[in-house]
């Protein structure tokens, strides 16, 4: 499985971004699908998480109700629309693919399968 994120870039604080990640392979519907994000020197986290349907999503504190995540799997697509960006927001976000069959939804770094290269986005104050 191959992930490329995309869509990523400089926006001043309040403003929006919208990021994809497009996923090789005929079987996106089976994947679980996720967001994170970096920044050096600390840990990833996930930002948020939407289950193989769609119909389950997940959303860190930190991001709920400024951030929408949704897929599409006809196109193999997931995206992570940002809203109302802050300063805090800046990091390398990464889209990430389980494929183990098993879970609804996680959020959690070991139990994901396939990363992406990873976007910046940068959030100026």
């Known amino acids: 499985v191959q992930l490329q994120a995309f869509g990523g870039g400089l926006v001043q604080a309040g403003g929006s971004l919208r990021l994809s990640c497009a996923a090789s392979?005929?079987?996106?519907?089976?994947?679980?699908m996720g967001w994170f994000r970096q920044i050096p020197g600390k840990e990833r986290e996930n930002v948020a998480a939407i289950s193989r349907s769609g119909s389950i999503t997940y959303y860190n504190d930190l991001v709920k109700g400024r951030f929408t995540i949704s897929r599409d799997n006809a196109k193999n697509t997931v995206r992570l629309q940002m809203n109302s960006l802050k300063f805090e927001d800046t990091a390398v976000y990464y889209c990430a693919a389980r494929v183990r069959p098993k879970g609804s939804i996680v959020t959690v770094v070991d139990e994901y399968d396939y990363w992406g290269q990873g976007t910046l986005v940068t959030v100026s104050s």
């Open positions: 392979g005929q079987s996106f519907s089976t994947y679980i």
